[in-house]
T-cell receptor
Framework: NAGVTQTPKFRVLKTGQSMTLLCAQD?????MYWYRQDPGMGLRLIHY???????AKGEVPDGYNVSRLKKQNFLLGLESAAPSQTSVYFC?????????????FGPGTRLLVL | AQSVTQLGSHVSVSEGALVLLRCNYS??????LFWYVQYPNQGLQLLLK??????LVKGINGFEAEFKKSETSFHLTKPSAHMSDAAEYFC??????????????FGQGTTLQVKP
């Protein structure tokens, strides 16, 4: 049981390049989330999904897209990376709504955009 | 709108001393409140949560927090700090009851340093 895994662990991009971050969970959780963590700002929700085939915007969705084609996977895409997207990205999953159940976090992906 | 404020971005204590990390929240509906811990280069791990049952909540590693509605606070405490407690701590809020959106709002985080 690996829990929540994220790929890659670290990536350097040039401005304008695109990439996809992969999140996978093996706990059969319905809900999945993508956050970004920046110094002094805590974690901010980018997008989330309440089930396979669904996605919704969070607090800071601009510049990102997501897809949940399979229940166990949640992909975060950057179509044209910008230096402002330099951050640490965390994926999380939960069995039910965040208020009622625990969110389990992955180890994070460090992204540097030059 | 909900929000969380953690007072003090950096707290330093001596090993064996009391740990107190402060969290105040704003919510127009009954909140669910959480404390998460992040060790260096790792993801977040749940320490404890309040979901409208007992106001004093006990978590892992000897931590506890008390929900005080009148003060809109959910401060985290531990009677005796250990070197292994050095980490970053996040307070978070989610709307409770029938208006539960399933989303967490995090505070800015507090880095706990434990000195020998």
């Amino acid at each position: 049981n690996a829990g929540v895994t994220q790929t890659p662990k670290f990536r350097v991009l040039k401005t304008g390049q695109s990439m996809t971050l992969l999140c996978a969970q093996d706990m059969n959780h319905e809900y999945m989330y993508w956050y970004r963590q920046d110094p002094g700002m805590g974690l901010r929700l980018i997008h989330y999904s309440v089930g396979e085939g669904t996605t919704a915007k969070g607090e800071v969705p601009d510049g990102y897209n997501v897809s949940r084609l399979k229940k166990q996977n949640f992909l975060l895409g950057l179509e044209s990376a910008a230096p402002s997207q330099t951050s640490v990205y965390f994926c999380a999953s939960s069995y039910g709504l965040a208020g009622l159940t625990t969110q389990y976090f992955g180890p994070g992906t460090r992204l540097l955009v030059l | 709108a909900q929000s969380v404020t953690q007072l003090g971005s950096h707290v330093s204590v001596s090993e064996g001393a009391l740990v107190l990390l402060r969290c105040n929240y704003s919510s127009s509906v009954p909140p669910y409140l959480f404390w998460y811990v992040q060790y260096p280069n790792q993801g977040l791990q749940l320490l404890l949560k309040y979901t409208s049952a007992a106001t004093l909540v006990k978590g892992i590693n000897g931590f506890e927090a008390e929900f005080k509605k009148s003060e809109t606070s959910f401060h985290l405490t531990k009677p005796s700090a250990h070197m292994s407690d050095a980490a970053e701590y996040f307070c978070a809020v989610s709307s409770g009851g029938s208006s539960n959106t399933g989303k967490l709002i995090f505070g800015q985080g507090t880095t706990l340093q434990v000195k020998p």
